[in-house]
Protein backbone atom coordinates (compact mmCIF):
# COMPACT_ATOMS: atom_id res chain seq x y z
CA UNK A 1 0.00 0.00 0.00
CA UNK A 2 2.73 2.22 0.01
CA UNK A 3 2.47 3.69 3.76
CA UNK A 4 5.69 4.10 4.57
CA UNK A 5 5.64 7.03 6.71
CA UNK A 6 2.68 5.08 8.75
CA UNK A 7 5.03 2.27 8.59
CA UNK A 8 8.20 4.04 10.38
CA UNK A 9 5.64 6.06 12.87
CA UNK A 10 5.28 2.68 15.76
CA UNK A 11 8.88 2.20 15.35
CA UNK A 12 9.42 6.29 16.75
CA UNK A 13 6.61 6.02 18.99
CA UNK A 14 8.19 2.65 20.89
CA UNK A 15 11.46 5.56 21.37
CA UNK A 16 9.05 8.63 22.44
CA UNK A 17 9.25 8.83 26.08
CA UNK A 18 5.63 10.44 26.82
CA UNK A 19 3.62 7.96 24.25
CA UNK A 20 2.53 6.32 27.15
CA UNK A 21 0.32 8.73 28.76
CA UNK A 22 -1.32 9.40 25.31
CA UNK A 23 -4.70 7.51 23.86
CA UNK A 24 -5.00 5.34 20.96
CA UNK A 25 -6.81 8.05 19.06
CA UNK A 26 -3.92 10.45 19.39
CA UNK A 27 -1.50 7.61 18.77
CA UNK A 28 -3.10 7.10 15.47
CA UNK A 29 -3.40 10.69 14.60
CA UNK A 30 0.26 10.59 15.10
CA UNK A 31 0.73 8.14 12.66
CA UNK A 32 -1.72 9.46 9.81
CA UNK A 33 0.24 13.06 10.79
CA UNK A 34 3.77 11.29 10.03
CA UNK A 35 2.45 9.45 6.83
CA UNK A 36 0.89 12.63 5.17
CA UNK A 37 4.49 14.73 5.62
CA UNK A 38 6.09 11.91 4.28
CA UNK A 39 3.77 12.05 1.45
CA UNK A 40 4.53 15.77 0.81
CA UNK A 41 8.00 15.57 1.29
CA UNK A 42 8.18 12.37 -1.73
CA UNK A 43 5.84 14.91 -3.95
CA UNK A 44 8.35 17.65 -2.95
CA UNK A 45 11.40 15.96 -3.93
CA UNK A 46 9.55 14.88 -7.33
CA UNK A 47 9.11 18.39 -8.14
CA UNK A 48 12.15 19.08 -7.15
CA UNK A 49 13.74 16.25 -9.72
CA UNK A 50 11.47 17.61 -12.32
CA UNK A 51 12.05 21.13 -12.01
CA UNK A 52 16.30 20.56 -12.45
CA UNK A 53 16.83 23.23 -10.62
CA UNK A 54 20.87 24.13 -9.88
CA UNK A 55 22.23 22.68 -6.38
CA UNK A 56 23.20 25.98 -5.23
CA UNK A 57 21.51 27.05 -2.35
CA UNK A 58 21.10 31.19 -1.91
CA UNK A 59 19.93 33.40 0.49
CA UNK A 60 19.15 37.26 1.43
CA UNK A 61 22.35 37.35 3.83
CA UNK A 62 24.31 36.16 0.97
CA UNK A 63 23.43 38.70 -1.59
CA UNK A 64 26.43 41.31 -2.30
CA UNK A 65 25.02 44.92 -1.45
CA UNK A 66 28.11 46.47 -2.48
CA UNK A 67 27.05 45.70 -6.44
CA UNK A 68 24.91 48.50 -7.33
CA UNK A 69 21.99 46.60 -8.72
CA UNK A 70 19.20 49.55 -8.54
CA UNK A 71 17.59 47.88 -5.32
CA UNK A 72 16.19 50.25 -2.79
CA UNK A 73 17.91 49.74 0.63
CA UNK A 74 14.82 49.90 2.07
CA UNK A 75 13.09 48.18 0.42
CA UNK A 76 15.69 44.97 0.54
CA UNK A 77 15.67 45.63 4.38
CA UNK A 78 11.46 45.14 4.49
CA UNK A 79 12.08 41.61 2.54
CA UNK A 80 15.14 40.50 5.02
CA UNK A 81 12.90 41.51 8.44
CA UNK A 82 9.59 39.84 6.95
CA UNK A 83 7.41 41.83 8.51
CA UNK A 84 5.14 41.81 5.31
CA UNK A 85 4.23 38.42 5.98
CA UNK A 86 2.02 38.89 9.57
CA UNK A 87 0.34 41.82 7.46
CA UNK A 88 -0.12 39.36 4.63
CA UNK A 89 0.80 41.79 2.07
CA UNK A 90 3.22 40.82 -1.35
CA UNK A 91 6.16 42.59 -1.95
CA UNK A 92 4.24 44.31 -5.13
CA UNK A 93 2.10 46.29 -2.96
CA UNK A 94 1.99 50.07 -3.72
CA UNK A 95 2.00 50.53 0.20
CA UNK A 96 6.32 49.99 -0.47
CA UNK A 97 8.31 52.33 -1.90
CA UNK A 98 9.57 51.27 -5.27
Given at each position: ?????L????????????I??M???E?L???????RA????CR??Q?L????????????????T?T???????????V?D??W????????D?????
Amino acid sequence: MRLHGLAAAPEQQLTDRGIEAMRFEERLALMIQRERAERANCRLAQRLRWARLPKTAACVEDLDTRTPRGIDPFTMATVRDLSWIPKRRAMTDRSFPA
